[in-house]
């Protein structure tokens, strides 16, 4: 079964300081690991993927499938970065079925 | 290209009835995705339709069914509504494997 665990429902940050959101996730293949965001009022949307290897917007994640994490990282927050952010899983390249986490609302404080 | 467009935006519907979801996806996409979102949860894969097949069922009663047009458009439906179903639904298309872009969502509520 595959299962994506986001433990923090909350989290707040000041701007300026670094960012983390942590992603767990439990299934036995080789898995592709997705980070969605939602902003205010805005549809959800793709951030960023573990295939493409690339920073969007200054964040970055590194699939550890050791510790079988997914974790979400900038170095510096941004007000613009206040969003639920959701990390996401399929059974691999070409699976459409994503499982979900329960998401984080990251607020960036001023 | 608008992206994925979804109606109604939210609608009202008693226990028991039926209810009839629709999208559209952007236009070249094949594949369509549907999720439910319950309040204070992740999306939950419902359907997945690519070419008008069905490639994927999530872990969805019978009451839920779905099919795809052969413009790519799709329907989501639900039948004998339990209040447990109000949700927010989503639809995502994609080019077949790669990103999926979802839609504005479509909220109901069920009384």
């Known amino acids: 079964a595959q299962r994506v665990t986001q433990p923090e429902k909350l989290l707040s940050v000041f701007k300026g300081a670094p960012v983390e959101l942590k992603c767990n996730y439990s299934y036995s293949g080789s898995p592709e690991l997705f980070w969605y965001v939602q902003y205010s009022r805005q549809r959800l949307q793709l951030l960023l993927r573990?295939?493409s290897r690339e920073s969007i917007k200054g964040f970055t994640a590194d699939l550890n499938k050791g510790e079988t994490s997914f974790h979400l990282k900038k170095p510096f927050a941004q007000e613009e970065d206040s969003a639920m952010y959701y990390c996401a899983l399929s059974a691999g390249f070409g699976n459409e079925k994503l499982t979900f986490g329960t998401g984080t609302r990251l607020t960036i404080i001023p | 290209d608008a992206g994925v467009t979804q109606s109604p935006t939210h609608l009202i519907k008693t226990r028991g009835q039926h209810v009839t979801l629709r999208c559209s996806p952007i236009?070249?996409?094949?594949?369509v995705s549907w999720y439910q979102q319950v309040l204070g949860q992740g999306p939950q894969f419902i359907f997945q339709y690519y070419e008008k097949e069905e490639r994927g069922r999530g872990n969805f009663p019978d009451r839920f069914s779905a099919r795809q047009f052969p413009n790519y458009s799709s329907e989501l439906n639900v039948n004998a509504l339990l209040l447990g179903d109000s949700a927010l639904y989503l639809c995502a298309s994609s080019s077949s494997g790669y990103e999926q872009y979802f839609g504005p969502g479509t909220r109901l509520t069920v009384t």
């Open positions: 573990h295939i």
């Open positions: 236009s070249g996409h094949k594949s």
